[in-house]
């Protein structure tokens, strides 16, 4: 197969997104009723998008071996449910999770380049990359310079993130917007771009670390991006929503748009991660309701 | 790698249009196997003794029969209406008038899923849309113009509005309740009495806001809703004491009404077709200007005099748009206008649905490219897939004439002069839709463009503040707003 030659477009041209389009276009997913089957498969598929996250300072050794185990068991007294898709920490905390999860088949991504502000050297950046991915990270979760962004200084934010893809050897990067401080969906739509022509595997809304993070109209504007580009160059890229998906409606919502957006090859934990810390347990609610016909409280899921 | 053969790109929708059934309940309608005409605040039996079926037809079966109005039950009604006229509703302080209308409102709120589902059954129409637009839409002018009724001394400063009388109301089957509401709601402001007359094949939501009027206690002759199909609205126009014509429908029976009238002194407005122009600039937000589309030509299934149904793109992004636009397409889902996940419903009427299919085959004849999605349809009931047909000039029949389905036509243009004249080349004048990113491009457009509503980067968006209505042979008068209380008064 050969490689189609990839002509990358000048970023200064300003993107064209209308918002009221946008945000009315998003909130009609909403309206897919979805019941029965497709509600069960969805449930299922949502947990098996989730990257289980925690990024705390005062992470430790236990508290990420509890998560991993929480990973891999959700809720064992329900037969043949999925695991998560990975565990997302901080690099010092890789090789820790990496040992947990031996056996599982979930990913450990590791955050990176001075997350979450972004702000130091290439130095920093690429030395906080390497040592993830030595330490064994199968995915590199980076931050774009919001600051040098907003200075217009696209080339640096483009080299930037070719530099840190080039250390990632064998791991997948996802690059990690933070729309909330880009704000408006023009600006997502640039910076998506500038990601997936420099290389990135995954485009991610947020770092969690700001507000607001996710929101269905911000991820409509990316995923539409990731059309434009599949189209352009016939490559793939995966979408990652993090933050504020806390209730499976929502999740369900945002698989509904995905499946409207770019059809069933992105519909799997290749192509498409859920950010969320708190989502599984709703999703295990939702199926125990489905099984037994009633909610039980929250005490009967554990936390990690 | 998502490559199909031949190295060519695609997507795959297919699963997109796949949901579990997702039904609304039709529990919530409350249907009589028989229906009466309304007159003077009673359901009375016709004195033509006839009755017709109305019908579902998404499933062809029957829900209920309806009163056959003739020219003696017409007769009926108009003394009727005459009658609360003067004894009643035309002294009646406008606060008094208020209420009522007020009342109205509340109630059509109050049992909302009820008329959903009615709708629905009747019409054809998806339950999210009659759900989520019509009945609210509906409430919204009852509400709106019971504003109005007791603020008339300011809605024409230094003169003094006078009622007309009785008002002959003829309304069409794509919005069956909201023109019903359209057209009694500034009726009735403006100290009018009406009498109404639904479509054949949609009686149902009519006859069920008649319930509410005499639940609502509105005095008897206020309001009178007659059945009956071509000869009753004939009856009704020509009936020699009525006061003002309302007609929304065709351009052709428009004519007629046009003519029937002439030297008569009965005031009237009409509401007729549309050919709308849509255009997308090479600076549209163009993945929302896809959505402009899709909204524009196969919401209610095309059936909406102010469709966009030519439309125009920009020759240097028309490639985009047209993948766009197709790969939109793939996760429409046609079907079961009661399943809460159907985007497009069924047609309307068997008749329709011929006319959709006559104009589908002059395209072809004429040499247009037809393209239709890969969505299923059901094999019972009359459902026609989303049609697009490109390579299409002005002059083809179908940019001309009217469909009334959902079939866009789609040429492309270069320059915005040219896209101009030729959105103006064409004798009616309802409505059109701009996709620019550009605003000081809105505006040229905007003024040009002869059309009596025209969207910018939206389309289809309706609210009882604005009026609506059109140039040429689209018609004449508005409805909505203040604009829409001029047709009702004297001033």
Redesign the interface.
Known sequence: ?AEKKISIPSFSLPP???Q???E??ASRFT?????????LNGLFLTLNMIDLTTLEGKDTVGKVRQLCYKAAHLHDTYPGLPHVAAVCVYPSMVATAKKAVEGTGIKIASVATAFPSGQSSRNVKIADTKFAVQQGADEIDMVISRGKFLEGEYNFVFDEIAAVKEVCGEARLKVILETGELVTYDKVRRASDIAMYAGADFIKTSTGKVTPAATMPVTLVML?AI?DF??KT???IGMKPAGGISKSKLALHYLVML??T????W?NNQWFRFGASSLANDVLMQLEKERTGVYQGKDYFSID | ???AKNNT?T??????RV????PESKSAAKILPQYDLFINGKFEKPISKKYFNTINPATEEKLSMVADANAADVNKAVKAARNAYDKTWKNMPGKERAKYIYRIARMIQERAREFAVIETLDGGKPI?ESR?FDVPTAANHFFYYAGWADKLEYAFPNRTAQSLGVAAQIIPWNFPLLMAAWKIAPALATGNTVVLKPAETTPLTALKLAEIIQEADLPPGVVNIITGAGATGAAMVNHADINKIAFTGSTAVGKIIQKAIAGTGKRATLELGGKAANIIFD???????V??IVNGIFFNQGHVCCAGSRLYVQESVYKEVL?KLK?RLE?LIVGDPL???TDIGAINSKEQLANIHKYIKIGVAEGAEMYQSNAAIPTKGFFCKPTLFTNVAQSNRIAQEEIFGPVLSIQTFRTDDEVIEKANNTPFGLSAGVWT?KGSKIFNLTTKLRAGVVWA??YNQFDPTSPFGGYKESGYGREGGLHGLYPYVEL
């Open positions: 197969m064209r997104i209308d009221v389009g946008v009315e276009r309206k897919r009723s979805i019941k029965k089957e497709t509600k539409e059309r599949y189209y016939g490559k793939m499946n409207e770019l059809g069933s090859d519909m | 790698m998502a490559k790109l997507l795959k929708f297919d699963t997109a949901y579990a059934p997702a999210r989520d600076d549209a937000p163009l993945d929302q200007a959505e402009g993948r790969d996760t399943d809460k996940n990113d980067n939206t």
